[in-house]
């Protein structure tokens, strides 16, 4: 999936003349992006249009037919191996498996990287209002529990890049608050931050830059 | 290498938290169990009751259902993991974490692994409990030119008795061996189940169908090889797959059988060669 020895450091993510089709459909007709570590970037588009196929290229859950993407470093293609070190992912409605508690899906995927302890897993759930000892299957969890919990899962093991899609989705408001101050503290700690949204009031608040996704080319939102 | 042993543990983890692993071993306990309750109300073969003849006929389907439910028990374990995993949504956070060729050598190892432990307890439970039931030996057998046959009032003394025709000479020799053996190709048929309910997962995010899918493929294949073999009159039946998992210990004329370990081997790297090369190739899998 990620091809090794291509490292550069000069930006977090970096992609060139992406472009993508879903079967017969044409999605993205030639991205360009850069963002710099410690930088908030919001993509802002309509319901289907390309925001969430955009950031599964950006960490090599699909790949693009033409084009070339870099991040944390590293090249995304389909024929070399490895695993994204760096990188935290929220897509859509996270899911988890449901006859597992919170604490055990997020046990399972640390044993992946094995880069925090059970003691860290159970921070970032105490970070997002989450209770650690909760012992339900996520079955139980509302909406809004599940997408605290994917939070949890992509900040957890403290990633230097964060791609969210639409992560404040059945959010409550009181705990939206709480997220955009741990956005504001993770770019502080020089995290950079791709977050897709379409609603523009929420990521004026963060957000360094806002683009906008229309007819598969992003540009900036004023332009 | 390291990226694939963590998927392996964690699927291990995974697993040892899932019901339907405990159900697997139960089921494949109590349908053992059934084989030899029934077998101690029957004479079949012989009037001398043996722990050995017990689990074996318990094993073949002369005596129990088992061989009639083995692929459903054994997708239970684990072959249903990666199905889950697309369904939920729940691979990408793991795809984000290992890459495409650890992810699906992890769960090939895992799958292998815990199907074939669990299957392999849940056999030797059931033949502890057989010798515990009945005498751990064998009934009275008597050699017929050099062949070793069971002492059977039905069959003249003179003749062989054909049973068991898998190994058959194993049986008398070391007995317990052969309680091993038929075993491991016992596990072997159920891990090969397990890979193809991972394999049809490839396509599908319905958990029943790959569930009940290579039980389908089980049974439909075993009708198949019997119609076909006897229209071209061949002995085909011996190679169906209800014998090949089980029924084979008193299935056929011949009496070695002995490249059916090898056949389920070749079946479960065939089928694994296919779901990683599917997988890893496929772009839509995640789509």
């Known amino acids: ?223 | 290498m390291a990226n694939t042993v963590r998927v392996f543990s964690s699927e291990v983890f995974r697993s040892l938290r899932r019901w339907p692993t405990a159900l697997a071993f139960l089921l494949v306990v109590g349908f053992m169990i059934q084989g030899l309750i029934s077998y101690s109300r029957s004479g079949f073969l012989t009037s001398h009751h043996s722990a050995y003849l017990a689990y074996l006929l318990a094993i073949d389907g002369s005596s129990g259902y088992w061989v009639g439910i083995l692929p459903l028990a054994a997708c239970l374990i684990g072959g249903d993991s990666l199905a889950w995993d697309r369904k939920t949504g729940f691979i990408r956070f793991m795809l984000t974490r290992s890459s495409r060729r650890a992810y699906i050598l992890g769960k090939i190892a895992s799958v292998t692994f815990l199907t074939g432990t669990v299957v392999l307890s849940g056999l030797l439970l059931s033949f502890l409990i057989a010798s515990i039931w009945f005498p751990l030996a064998l009934p009275p057998w008597h050699m017929v030119s050099g062949t070793a046959t069971i002492t059977n009032p039905a069959v003249p003394p003179t003749q062989i008795l054909p049973w068991p025709t898998f190994l058959h000479n194993l049986l008398f020799s070391h007995p317990f061996v052969y309680v091993l053996v038929v075993s491991g190709v016992v596990t072997l048929s159920a891990i090969a189940w397990a890979n193809v309910a991972m394999l049809i997962s490839l396509w599908t995010t319905k958990i029943y169908l790959v569930l009940a899918g290579p039980w389908l493929v089980y049974v439909g294949g075993t009708f198949l090889f019997c119609v076909l073999g006897l229209i071209i009159n061949l002995p085909l039946v011996n190679y169906a797959p209800v014998v090949l998992s089980g029924a084979f210990i008193g299935h056929g004329k011949e009496m070695t059988r002995a490249e059916i370990p090898f056949i389920w081997t070749g079946f479960i790297i065939l089928t694994a060669i296919v779901t990683y090369t599917a997988f890893t190739r496929r772009k839509d899998i995640l789509d």
């Open chain 1, 1 to 223: 999936m990620i091809k090794n020895g291509d490292r550069s450091r000069s930006y977090a993510i970096e992609a060139t003349g992406v472009v993508k089709s879903l079967g017969q459909n044409l999605i993205l007709k030639g991205i360009n992006l850069r963002v710099n570590y410690g930088e908030v970037v919001a993509i802002i588009g309509p319901n289907g249009s390309g925001k969430t196929l955009l950031l599964r290229l950006l960490c090599g859950l699909a790949y693009p037919d033409q084009g070339r993407i870099i991040t944390g470093g590293r090249v995304i293609e389909p024929k070399a191996g490895g695993a994204l070190a760096d990188v935290g992912l929220l897509l859509e409605t996270p899911g988890f498996l449901p006859h597992l508690s919170g604490l055990n899906n997020l046990r399972l995927l640390a044993m992946l990287r094995q880069r925090i302890t059970d003691a860290d897993v159970a921070a970032a759930m105490r970070q997002v209002g989450l209770d650690p000892a909760d012992r339900r299957p996520v079955r139980a969890y509302s909406t809004g529990m599940r997408q605290r919990l994917g939070i949890a899962q992509a900040v957890m093991e403290r990633p230097q890049i964060l791609l969210l899609d639409e992560p404040t989705n059945g959010l409550d408001p009181e705990y939206t608050g709480e997220f955009l101050n741990m956005l504001r503290e993770l770019r502080g700690q020089g995290v950079a931050i791709v977050w897709t949204s379409h609603e523009m009031e929420e990521v004026t608040v963060v957000a360094d830059r806002i683009l906008a996704l229309r007819s598969g080319v992003l540009a900036d939102f004023n332009g």
